[in-house]
């Protein structure tokens, strides 16, 4: 299988899309205000404190002296109580291994700092279509595997990530639930992990470290990004985010400081990448140590030398209190059905699940719907069909058929527009001698503004329809690189609905440059309007090169259900009436 891109994952892609939808919206205005002959001439990252941290907390963005990095004095003092009993020593001769499994996940533990070596989620694959790993080898093998412990010293880091810990079971396997502990003392340390395993993606977790009769401050962490991270546009994804009290932040990895710690309240936080995501609900939200890493990492570049390499940010983080964490982490995908089922002990007015660790941006009122609503959703096709790419052409079908009545609105404003063409133009030669700053130029404004009144004309009729596209574009576009459901679905010759294509880009143009062909345009000069129709579908072609295939066609699809809704209107009265002020305004220009 062909090395898994996702277009969403690459830096500024939302920008773009943006960009697009801007150029759209200007030509639209454009083409109703701004051309010569036809139209009246114009008129002439904050970041936010944590409400629950204190101001001299570290924040992820900030760029703080070392010293703001470190903890409380009290946090990090190994002060030794001298009337503490020694402990016996307890450990493990060799090292070993034991599996827990479920019908979700795989999860390989070493006694060697009692962390997890493999964490398998067997409903995905990676790009070589293998079940998925979500340990990033690479990563993990220089900064840490999943729930090692992490400590601001790091002789007593590296001690405790290495010491072989006696198992609570000498099984190789055990079938989920289950319960597994670790433990591992010597010298006035004592230290001990408690895993819960159910059949969800959530396992219970909970650590303890003593010295000499006084917490420690070891936390356990998740530090090294996920194992879906195949390129630097994966990893330039990640996230560390959080919800505090309803308040939900996203720090971007490359604001995220390595070292920092922040104390406050959290109902839930983590890392995550386009898909997955590794989140602790703590039992006690309150008075956290939360410390955010991001760590350097060299992958080998498209060319195969091994001299050239391209440096990587890989984020992760570790939480918990002095001495002990008690809590719960959910390490899966960001898929919906499955964030909802994972409650959060939250305040009155807070999201009491993990849903908003899927974002759908700007327009998520829009997308979520589209995507998960009964009746209406992408999801609900699917369950009927079986297949994403086949629930997105009926949904898109839907979606068209529902915004007719717009069509006929803009053909109807279109038509209105165009019957007072004379009387505008008669308006703007009257005042075409007077200067745009002249004040008796805005008399002009305000006849044109009569004479639309009158005629009850809707100067942005026309515009409307086609704006209140691009919310759906725009939604269908995070839609599509932010639901999991999309990661490698296929469809027809599409292997990734998710990822990018090259046929369909030219269909989507083709179809684009149809639709305007058949659109009547009389209000538009025919050498103006013979370029709009050639510029605009090269360049949206060139441009959705890049966007995911699913959107595409969405788009393509749209365009097509347009040339049909177009041909039927071409036939009514009122269609006719359009082409023949076109076909009348063309004759006359010709004959000039």
């Known amino acids: 299988m062909a090395e898994y891109r996702n277009p969403q994952s690459e830096p500024g892609m939302d920008k773009n899309l943006l960009l697009i939808m801007l150029v759209i919206a200007a030509v639209i205005f454009g083409s109703q205000f701004f051309l010569k002959k036809y139209a009246p001439p114009p008129k002439p990252e904050i ?6 941290q204190p101001a001299a907390a570290a924040q992820p963005g900030a760029n703080v002296p070392a010293a703001a990095a470190a903890p409380p004095a009290a946090t990090v003092s190994k002060a030794r109580k001298p009337a503490a009993a020694p402990v016996p020593a307890k450990q493990a001769t060799a090292e070993s291994q034991i599996v827990i499994e479920s019908d ?3 999860i390989t533990f070493t006694n060697r700092g009692a962390q ?11 790009d070589q279509g293998h079940p998925l790993d979500l340990v990033n080898s690479a990563a993990a093998a220089k900064y840490g595997y999943p729930l090692s412990l992490w400590t601001y010293d790091q002789a007593q880091r590296e001690k405790l990530n290495s010491a072989l810990y006696v198992p609570s079971s000498t099984a190789p396997a055990l079938n989920a639930p289950a319960d597994l502990s670790f433990e591992y003392s010597e010298s006035g340390l004592t230290v001990r992990k408690t895993l819960h395993f159910d059949r969800t993606y959530v396992v219970t977790v909970e650590t303890s470290v003593i010295e000499n009769g006084s917490p420690v401050s070891a936390f356990p962490a998740w530090p090294s990004g996920f194992g879906d991270q195949a390129n630097a546009a994966a990893y330039a ?3 560390f985010e959080y919800q505090n009290n309803g308040d939900v932040q996203r720090i971007p990895v490359k604001k995220v400081s390595g070292g920092n710690t922040l104390h406050g309240t959290y109902d839930w936080l983590g890392v995550s990448s386009t898909y997955f995501a590794a989140v602790y609900i703590p039992d006690s939200p309150d008075n956290l140590n939360v410390v955010t890493l991001n760590n350097s990492l060299e992958l080998p570049s498209s060319s195969g030398k091994p001299e050239d390499t391209k440096a990587v940010e890989v984020i992760g983080l570790a939480v918990g209190q002095p001495g002990t964490y008690k809590g719960r982490i959910f390490v899966g995908p960001k898929a919906l059905d499955v964030l909802d089922s994972v409650k959060v002990p939250t305040i009155i007015g807070a999201e009491k699940d993990l849903r908003d660790l899927l974002n759908f941006g700007w327009f998520g009122p829009i997308a979520r719907p589209l995507f998960a609503w009964k009746y209406i959703g992408l999801r609900w096709f699917d369950s009927y069909i079986h297949n994403w790419g086949w629930a997105i052409v009926i949904q898109t079908f839907i979606i068209n058929i529902l915004m007719f009545p717009l069509v006929v609105y803009q053909m109807k404003s279109a038509l209105k527009m165009q019957k007072v063409q004379p009387q505008m133009k008669a308006i703007q030669e009257k005042y075409k001698k007077y200067s745009m700053r002249d004040p008796r130029k ?23 329809p086609l704006l209140l596209q691009l919310p759906f574009l725009y939604a269908y576009y995070r839609m599509l690189g932010t639901a999991i459901d999309l990661r490698q679905a296929h469809w027809l010759w599409i292997h990734d609905l998710s990822g990018s294509d090259i046929i369909l880009p ?5 179809s684009m ?9 009389p209000g538009i000069d025919p050498a103006q309007q013979k370029m709009m129709n050639w510029m605009m579908p090269v360049m949206m072609g060139v441009l959705f090169f890049r966007f995911p295939s699913g959107l595409n066609l969405y788009y393509a699809e749209s365009n097509f259900i347009r040339m049909g809704q177009q041909w039927i209107m071409n036939q009514t009265k009122l269609g006719r009436e359009i082409k023949e002020i076109a076909a009348k305004r063309a004759r006359k220009k010709n004959s000039s």
């Open 104 to 106: 979700l996940y795989k």
């Open 442 to 464: 805005q008399e002009m404004q305000k006849e044109i503004a009569a004479l639309y009144r009158e005629h009850g004309v809707n100067p942005v009729g026309g515009c409307l």
């Open 513 to 521: 440059f149809l639709s305007q062909r058949m659109t009547p345009q």
């Open 47 to 52: 970041q936010q404190s944590h409400p629950s």
């Open 506 to 510: 030219v269909i989507m143009a083709v």
């Open 237 to 239: 994804s990640a996230q």
């Open 116 to 126: 997890a070596k493999s964490w398998i989620l067997k409903k995905y694959k990676d």
